[in-house]
């Protein structure tokens, strides 16, 4: 996922281009950066821009950040979010909230991405609201200390694992699913008995503002607040101490959170994205093939989602095919002019638009356009575009594409395809078509991916039972579900003795038989204990 | 605690290497007179720049190694246990004398602590290895037909292990066993604090484990700094808060997940106790805990007693008592106390006792000499003295004195969160507050240490004390990437999900979401009208 802007302490982030240059010398003045007021232009280029900036003139600093997080912490160290009853009257409130503003956040995702309603209220709003009904029902549970069993070398104890929070949580999230992204994590939060701090992102204003507002309305505003803004309020933000921070963009700016963190020893977890693949086999139903994919690729925010398909593998002999089949899928979906469809997002600002066609219009990539490639900058929207073996060093085959584009490269056989996914940073999800057993198997054991679904594209975030979440450049740590409550408690041993049953065998002085004694004690071996008990052991 | 807190400079090889080689350029154009010595210089450079070349060659081959998929083979993973279960069994005289060189640790204490609590762990990890290396079945809900989903265990990769000098053949293996279970390739950089220790396990270790997957490297900060800087999928690092800020940040690199286990100030609050066969069995538990386990130098060890004022002249009392049954006239020829890890430690602790007004504190103690510090009792040194700001890690004990017990808990939330909280109370209501209102790793009621010992328990810090937890199956989930997995059959699709988008298709998304399966039907059968869309 790309997060055009983002910072924190000294560190300052540059935009998008400046990829990789880490170590250069730090700017001292924001304004002075390029890519910041690249993004500023691209953003009101794109028309849509609600006017918002006059009303926060007030720049939210480091003096903003720190009485904020210490107002929070009061809140927090009352105790008041530890309690079932907060929780739960929090998370209602979210609820309420969802069902009575839905044609609000519908509007805020159309005017920033021109979301089709439908794919909004499927992709966002009611995932968000099963993910509260969700930890509304199973609250009570997760909460609950879990018994552990004792062992002999404890012997005589009782234990359990206990669920608290952490403190003070940060929330960053995305532009791509504003909404869902914004109020996914902000549950698992609550439902832990945190604070919460969202920095929803700058790049989805519209979003942005609303949630600002909603929460403010619906939620305890002396323990769950948004902070808008960009580079400098997440700079902000980031310097204070935090409990946790979990974050969810792209892995150059996941670098800088952790950073970030380290100076504090905060825990996080990083949402990042990374390059998907599917992987067609040619014995698949093609019809139902080819929708998932169009769901999971152009249904899924114009491509720009974590978990969207990057690209497609697939055989030879197979790919003319697919590529038919595309065809006539795509013109059912998005009819014969797709750019023209209402039922597809558009891009999200000026700024990505160019960076997509800048990828589309290289050299030796435009010529392998095989559909598509239409792109309409008026309305930042670029058709549903299949490219057939582009090259593998092209930079469209080396970043994450996160827009309408599909590259198909062809293998001989499959097996060579989970070569190529290995031989890429490991991506947050990985797809596979097949009706071949062995393969599915192969796929699951060799392939390493955040998560994986076979024969079809993204619904496996929908279950949740599943974590979801990364590895390696695809991020760290997990989500949904009761991994949410997780990912925000620390889980506590506590352990019980009484004063019975002490044995002098722990303390010194040592003698050879507390030796004997304490080697079978801890090896839980019942007759060296007795035997060492009566003094009876073997020299 | 561990290095000194070192910047890491150039990261990237190219950035170190062109600094230094400018800085040899000026050097040479300054003074011709300096030639020899700039020479002198330039060889050490190519030395350390040859070690790094061949510190990377070797850690691809791991790599390569682990790609080759053998460590994940569970029968790998079964064998290098063993391995590491014969190692202790074969070698224990051997453990015995260098933790004796390094610690001076009594045999039964290097049994208890690291010995003996490794081998339960390893056996462990052998009878549980099938149940967590086995997928587990994820529930679904009615509306996801003929999907199945499923939770997948794999292999991080390779893995960094850093341990510490206080337990350093425990903190050690203990994360090995992990790293193991869970099929990885892993290096282990053992604290170059404990010497003996240290080369006993670059020795033996490749003796009984397949050298290919696992590696030994010793060395001190150049070398910890430079297997910070290359690519790990995991680092395990087991010492001080600073050196854990350092090892984090070089993570954020390569965004490496870490786990951090750290220390802390842990309490250990003694209420009122009526009955004397519990005071008794209390000061035992809390004298075993404070300095027959490394002589304090332990994350976990007892660093300060919060007591009531009108209950502390009996708990002294007693204290003085049994550490006479326990150590006896003279502690040291006891032989039953470890020593300082080394002289920079020793005139650390030293220099905590130096404050006049914590020398007044002081209840009991005897001459300390060399490296060896007896078992010292304080009682109300100052508050903002440094040995009740920074975490003791020796055989000093301070006793704090309290109003009320109940004090303890906002005297132990003002601070930063301990790694382990131990109360030895009857009272059950003082119990759950302690539970409810502090946070702390771990919290232990009526002993000490022992939570270490517990396969079920996460053992791990929480704000200062740490990230991650591990032991038992928390071991090998620390080491593990949880793959989530879902299978989908062709046969069953709804329409409704693909575009083009209407009213009705809304409509069924509504009942699927809401599990409103009568809906679907009714919607499906046109039998219900869909609600009008709102946006344009």
């Not at chain 2, 015995?96 to 045999?107: A, C, E, R, S, T």
């Not at chain 2, 301070?398 to 939330?413: G, V």
Request: net charge positive; hydrophobic share 40%.
């Amino acid at each position: 996922m790309l997060w055009a802007a983002g910072g924190c302490g000294r560190t300052l982030v540059f935009g998008y281009h400046f990829t990789a240059k880490s170590d250069l010398p730090l700017l001292p003045v924001l304004s002075s950066c390029p890519a910041i007021s690249l993004l500023c232009r691209s953003a009101s280029a794109s028309g849509t821009f609600p006017v918002m900036a006059e009303e926060e003139n007030r720049v939210f600093g480091a003096s903003e950040a720190s009485l904020l997080i210490r107002e929070l912490r009061d809140s927090f160290k009352s105790g008041r979010t530890k309690s079932y009853d907060w929780r739960v009257s929090q998370l209602r409130g979210i609820e309420k909230m969802i069902e009575e503003r839905e044609k609000d956040i519908i509007q805020a995702l159309y005017m920033d991405l021109s979301k089709p309603e439908l794919e909004s209220f499927f992709s966002e709003i009611s995932t968000s609201k099963s993910s509260c009904k969700k930890a509304l029902k199973e609250l009570k549970k997760w909460m609950m200390p879990e018994k552990v069993k004792t062992s002999m070398t404890t012997y005589p104890s009782s234990a359990e694992i206990v669920s608290e929070p952490l403190g003070v949580v940060l929330v960053i999230s995305a532009w791509n699913y504003p909404f869902l992204l914004s109020l996914d994590p902000v549950i698992g939060a609550i439902a832990a008995g945190n604070a919460v701090v969202l920095k929803p992102s700058e790049i989805a204003p519209a979003t942005s503002s609303l949630l600002a507002r909603l929460l403010e309305e619906y939620l305890d505003k002396s323990a769950i607040r948004v902070v808008e803004g960009a580079v400098p309020e997440t700079t902000a933000l980031l310097d204070q101490k935090w409990d946790k921070i979990m974050y969810t963009g792209s892995g150059r700016v996941g670098r800088i959170v952790m950073a970030a963190a380290a100076r504090h020893l905060t825990p996080v977890i990083l949402e990042l994205g990374g390059k998907c693949p599917a992987i067609v086999d040619s014995n698949v139903k093609l019809e139902v093939c080819v929708r998932r994919i169009i769901a999971g690729k152009w249904a899924a925010n114009s491509g720009q989602a974590c978990i969207s398909i990057d690209y497609i593998i697939t055989t030879k002999q197979f790919a003319p095919k697919l590529i038919d089949a595309l065809k006539k899928g795509i013109e059912e979906s998005f009819g014969e002019k797709p750019i023209e469809s209402p039922d597809m997002s558009r891009i999200v600002n000026a700024f990505h638009f160019k960076r997509l066609v800048n990828l589309l219009d290289e050299e030796r990539v435009y010529h392998k356009i095989v559909l598509g490639g239409q792109r309409e900058e008026k309305l930042l929207k670029i058709a549903p575009t299949v490219l057939l073996d582009v090259p593998e060093d092209s930079q469209i085959m080396q970043e994450e594409i996160f827009g309408p584009m599909l590259p198909i490269l062809t293998v001989e056989n499959l097996e060579e395809g989970f070569e190529v996914v290995n031989s890429k940073p490991k991506p947050l999800a990985a797809y596979l078509f097949t009706n071949n057993e062995q393969l599915k198997k192969e796929f699951v054991q060799n392939v390493s991916a955040g998560g994986m679904l076979v024969n079809d594209a993204i619904l496996h975030v929908t279950v949740p039972g599943l974590p979801f979440g990364g590895i390696g450049e695809s991020g760290i740590g997990a989500y949904h579900g009761k991994f949410s409550f997780d990912a925000f408690s620390h889980k506590k041993g506590v352990m019980y003795r009484s004063f019975e049953g002490d044995s002098s065998v722990r303390y010194p002085p040592y003698t050879p038989k507390k030796q004997r004694l304490l080697k079978a004690l801890i090896n839980g071996n019942i007759i060296g204990i007795i035997l060492a008990l009566i003094s009876w052991y073997r020299k | 605690m561990i290095w000194r807190a070192q910047p890491i400079i150039g990261i990237k090889t190219g950035g170190w290497k062109r600094r230094e080689e400018g800085y040899i350029q000026r050097l040479y154009d300054k003074n011709q007179a300096a030639n020899n010595f700039a020479h002198i210089i330039t060889h050490h450079l190519v030395v350390r720049r040859q070690k790094m070349v061949d510190l990377e060659k070797e850690l691809a081959a791991m790599r390569e190694y682990y790609s080759s998929g053998n460590t994940r083979d569970a029968s790998w993973r079964r064998a290098q246990l063993r391995g590491l279960l014969l190692l202790l069994h074969e070698n224990q005289t051997e453990i015995f004398n260098v933790l004796k060189q390094d610690l001076g640790k009594h045999p039964a204490e290097a049994y208890r602590d690291e010995i003996g609590s490794t081998i339960k762990s390893i056996n462990y990890a052998l009878d549980n290895l099938k149940g967590w290396m086995s997928s587990e079945k994820a529930k679904l809900p009615k509306v996801a037909l003929l999907t199945t989903a499923a939770i997948v265990p794999e292999p991080l990769g390779l893995v960094l292990v850093i341990s510490s000098w206080n337990f350093p053949i425990g903190l050690s293996i203990e994360p090995l066993i992990g790293a193991i279970a869970a099929g990885n390739s892993m290096v282990l950089k053992p604290s170059e604090l404990a010497p003996s220790c240290s080369s006993f396990l670059a020795q033996k270790i490749p003796a009984y484990l397949d050298s290919n997957g696992i590696k030994v490297i010793e060395g001190g900060p150049t070398v910890g700094e430079q297997l910070l800087q290359q690519k790990w999928d995991k680092i395990f690092f087991t010492g001080s808060a600073g050196v854990g800020r350092i090892v984090m940040a070089a993570a954020a690199k390569h965004l490496t997940p870490v786990t951090l286990e750290l220390g802390g100030k842990c309490p250990a609050i003694v209420d009122f106790l009526s009955s004397s066969w519990d005071i008794e069995v209390a000061v035992e538990r809390v004298l075993g805990a404070k300095f027959s386990a490394c002589a304090g130098q332990a994350c976990i060890g007892i660093d300060y007693i919060l007591v009531e004022k009108k209950f502390y002249p009996t708990l002294v009392e007693l204290i003085k008592i049994k550490l006479k049954t326990m150590f006896g006239e003279n502690p040291r020829d006891s032989h039953s106390v470890a020593r300082i890890i080394n002289r920079h430690h020793f005139l650390r602790l030293k220099c905590l006792l130096d404050d006049p007004n914590v020398r007044a504190s002081i209840v009991h103690t005897k001459k300390s000499q060399e490296v060896y510090i007896e078992p010292t009792i304080l009682v109300d040194p100052p508050l903002e003295s440094m040995i009740m700001e920074d975490e003791i890690f020796g055989p000093l004990l301070p006793i704090i004195t309290l109003q009320k017990i109940e004090d303890s808990i906002e005297f132990i939330r003002s601070r930063p969160k301990p790694l382990s909280l131990y109360a030895f109370t009857n009272d059950r209501s003082l119990r759950k507050r302690i539970i409810s209102e502090t946070s702390s790793g771990s919290v232990v009621f009526n002993d000490a240490l022992i939570q270490y010992l517990a396969d079920t328990l996460p053992f791990g810090g929480i704000g200062d004390s740490g990230i991650g937890r591990y032991h038992g199956k928390f071991s090998f989930d620390e080491f593990t990437h949880y793959k989530a997995v879902a299978w989908r059959s062709f046969l069953v699709d709804f329409w409704f999900r693909f575009p083009p988008w209407n009213d009705h298709k809304l409509q069924l998304f509504r009942h699927c979401y809401e599990y409103d399966y009568l809906g679907v039907i009714l919607t499906v059968l046109r039998l219900k009208k869909p609600k009008p869309s709102s946006a344009s």
